[in-house]
């Protein structure tokens, strides 16, 4: 279960270039007078501007997707990355017959022609099927690909798209028209080509199962049996009078995966080659060496402790072992694989503890280790190969904050390229000549601005101060970052305090955390809707913190895979051990100290509650696991192995078994269309507590999925309750109790 991503589509307003300085926001100490409230925080009231995903293009050139809203048409326009200005419009759908719009587009290789697409309709988190058009973009012809089609995408010889449908893949030839199926035996819930399933989609975060070779002669695909995985259903009660029923196929922890297996097929002879990789689970990756007839294939075991990467031979089948690596816990899947001009390839591992970047041949031999130390690189972003250099991401000026760097193949002349104090993220052109930085910190919102690969700054594109004049009109409490020992570990923690702070007074403490495996909260990067509404309650007279415990990330292989078999029982302990330290300062009421979370989150607050019941009053559960036997295999058993080899992994930290230890207040909320932590953890848990006699407050939503936002006054609705729950329980009764001790 991966912190909750959100994808979000905005309008880039490229205007106002100011002078290449980024400094100029200077911290504002001076506190507003205006309180914050949930009609601000969901209204978009403070909400940043922000660029565009842009889509980068050959040369010094990028393009973005803009709507028209005067001809209620799209456009894909061309910008350069020296001035970032317009340089000309590619595409106007109100120029295309028969396309009035459209949502998305993908180029060809060398950028002439187009996949454009709409009429989405969405699956799970990253899955959807839709209408595709094919564009010529010399004669501006468009020729329908399909409906209700997924994944489209060229070869490499401009020729062909291939696209998954139904389960099977099929190929098009754009100029005969003619569409060859090359699998036939997808079937709903039981064969799928070409597109991963569920757990795969959602745990080694893709959706198309198959590639083009370099050569146009082969693609390389997946294929999934799910016939003997588990069937799980929901009602989605919708506004009809019956509901309708959603059913797919969900491996629990424990139960049978789907059997995947990687195939080649050839274009010429059209015939399939199924391939032999030996003994394995899962194989969450294929990628085309730059040898066109040689693919590489990741596979994993099932305890996700041993990965392989294979040869496969596309002429004759043949395998052959370039890479294996083991670790005593897990192994985490990337897309950081990167094959040179020679076949030699960029690798990033946590061999020696951190991650960090190496560099092997082509026999799988250790060239170099590029980067070293005791931290981590985050991101990875590409390999100059007329340069030799590398670009990445990473936090050496500590776990809080992130730089962008540079480095030589061979593992000198690193070099800083962005600011340093903060959170930095680049977004590099094509040809790495270029990048857009975007900075931000717990108090300077983000920035965005133009750089050369040498780290020049060109331009400011983008400075939100206005939203940064804005907020100093409210009563903002900055976030005071430190660290607090806790059981011999030294952990990240930061801190809101009501913006009138008296530390003669005692105040009520809420506890934020996350916590789940690798994520990071304390974090100093620009605000959240979260963090807007802890303002709130800070502005209540509350104090906020969020204290990163054991299992989270940045800090070493060790610290992050240290509750490894026992999942939230350390992170559970430290959020435990944290509140009794904090409840020792003289302005914290140890009468009143609530904790919350969402997801993974919300297991932790569960637990907190009910195994912390001497030192927390209230918890508020969103979303949570209650069971890990519950949730997906290849997330649960990655940190705990299956239930049938470690039962007490499971249930010696499952809060449905000692729902009588429930002393507090607990607000228990969920969607009855969550099809990632099912409303069943939620349901289970209800009837621990019910079988304990134990009372408590629920939020059931119906047919939200994870996120619970969709519909109207969805998110506004939820925190307006969380805020009542919180300011009864908490604020009310803290002040009560202080004033007759007062």
């Not at 303002?535 to 895979?561: E, H, P, W, Y």
Request: charged fraction near 20%; glycine fraction near 6%.
């Amino acid at each position: 279960m991966p912190p909750m991503r959100n994808l979000l589509f905005t309008t880039i307003l490229l205007f106002s270039f100011g002078s290449p300085k980024i400094n100029s926001q200077t911290t504002n100490t001076t506190i507003g007078t205006k309180n914050i409230s949930l009609e601000n925080i969901w209204n978009g009231s403070f909400s940043t501007q922000r660029m565009n995903a842009l889509n980068s293009m050959n040369g010094d050139f990028y393009s973005l997707l803009n709507f028209d809203s005067a001809n209620n048409s799209t456009r894909i326009d061309v910008y350069s990355y020296q001035t970032l200005e317009k340089v000309k419009t590619l595409v106007n759908s109100k120029n295309i017959d028969g396309l009035a719009r459209f949502s998305s587009y993908r180029f060809n290789n060398d950028e002439t022609k187009l996949i454009l697409g709409t009429n989405f309709e969405k699956i799970y988190r990253r899955s959807f099927k839709g209408t595709f058009y094919a564009y010529d973009i010399a004669s501006k012809k468009v020729s329908l690909i399909g409906k209700n089609i997924q994944e489209p995408v060229f070869a490499p010889d401009n020729k062909k798209v291939a696209f998954a449908k139904d389960n099977n893949v099929y190929i098009k030839n754009l100029h005969t028209n003619k569409v060859t199926q090359i699998t036939k035996d997808g079937k709903k819930n039981q064969i799928i080509n070409g597109i991963t399933d569920w757990v795969y989609e959602e745990e080694f975060g893709f959706v198309r199962a198959f590639e083009w070779s370099n050569d146009s002669k082969h693609i390389a695909f997946l294929r999934f049996d799910e016939s003997q995985v588990p069937t799980f259903s929901m009602d989605m009660v919708g506004n009809q009078n019956y509901p309708e029923q959603q059913v797919f196929k969900y491996p629990k922890a424990g139960e049978k995966n789907a059997n995947v297996t990687l195939h080649l097929y050839n274009i010429s002879s059209k015939n399939t080659q199924k391939i032999a990789l030996g003994a394995y689970e899962y194989i969450p990756r294929i990628k085309w060496s730059n040898d066109a007839n040689i693919l590489v294939a990741t596979t994993l075991n099932r305890h996700q402790n041993n990965l392989k990467l294979h040869k496969v031979n596309a002429k004759n089948s043949k395998v052959s072992l370039l890479l294996s690596e083991t670790d005593k816990a897990y192994i985490d899947i990337t897309d950081n694989l990167t094959f040179l001009n020679d076949n030699s390839f960029i690798w990033t591992s946590e061999g020696d503890g951190f991650n960090h970047i190496y560099h092997y041949d082509f026999s799988g031999k250790l060239i170099n280790q590029i980067t070293s130390g005791n931290w981590e690189v985050t991101n990875y972003y590409g390999f100059n190969k007329n340069k030799k250099t590398i670009y990445y991401q990473s936090v050496e000026n500590g776990t809080t904050n992130r730089g962008v760097y540079s480095i030589d193949l061979d593992g000198n002349n690193k070099k800083l390229l962005s600011n340093k104090e903060g959170t930095n993220t680049a977004s590099f052109s094509k040809n790495l000549r270029y990048f857009i930085n975007t900075f931000s910190s717990a108090e300077i919102p983000p920035i965005y601005t133009l750089y050369t690969a040498e780290g020049e700054l060109l331009k400011v594109i983008k400075d939100n101060v206005t939203l940064k004049e804005k907020l100093s009109q409210y009563k903002m409490s900055p976030k005071e970052f430190s660290t607090i020992q806790i059981n011999g570990n030294e952990l990240n923690i930061w801190m809101l305090k009501p913006a009138d702070f008296d530390e003669n007074k005692k105040y009520p403490l809420l506890m934020f955390q996350y916590s789940g495996p690798g994520s990071q909260q304390v974090a100093n990067r620009w605000n959240g809707s979260n963090d807007y509404w802890h303002n709130m309650l800070a502005q209540k007279g509350m104090i906020v913190v969020c204290v990163d415990g054991r299992g989270t990330g940045f800090k070493g292989s060790d610290f992050k895979k240290s509750t490894y078999l026992n999942l939230v029982k350390y992170e559970t302990e430290d959020q435990i051990a944290a509140a009794k330290k904090l409840a020792e300062r003289s302005y914290i009421d140890a009468e009143n100290i609530g904790i919350w979370g969402w997801s993974f989150g919300g297991h932790m607050s569960t637990n907190s509650l009910l195994k912390g019941n001497d030192i927390f009053t209230t918890a508020i559960a969103v979303a949570p696991v209650t069971s890990w036997r519950f949730y997906d295999t290849v997330y649960t058993e990655r940190f705990l192995r299956t239930p049938q080899e470690n039962p007490g992994g499971y249930d010696d930290n499952s809060p449905v078994n000692y729902a009588h230890k429930l002393k507090g207040n607990y607000l228990l909320v969920h969607g009855t269309g969550d099809d990632n932590v099912h409303v069943q953890n939620s349901y289970r848990m209800i009837n621990s507590l019910i079988e304990a006699n134990k009372q408590f407050d629920m939020f059931i939503v119906p047919d939200r999925t994870h996120g619970i936002y969709k519909g109207k006054n969805t998110r506004l609705n939820l925190y307006t309750k969380m805020t009542n729950f919180i300011e009864t329980h908490l604020i009310q009764k803290s002040k009560k109790s202080t004033k007759i001790k007062g």
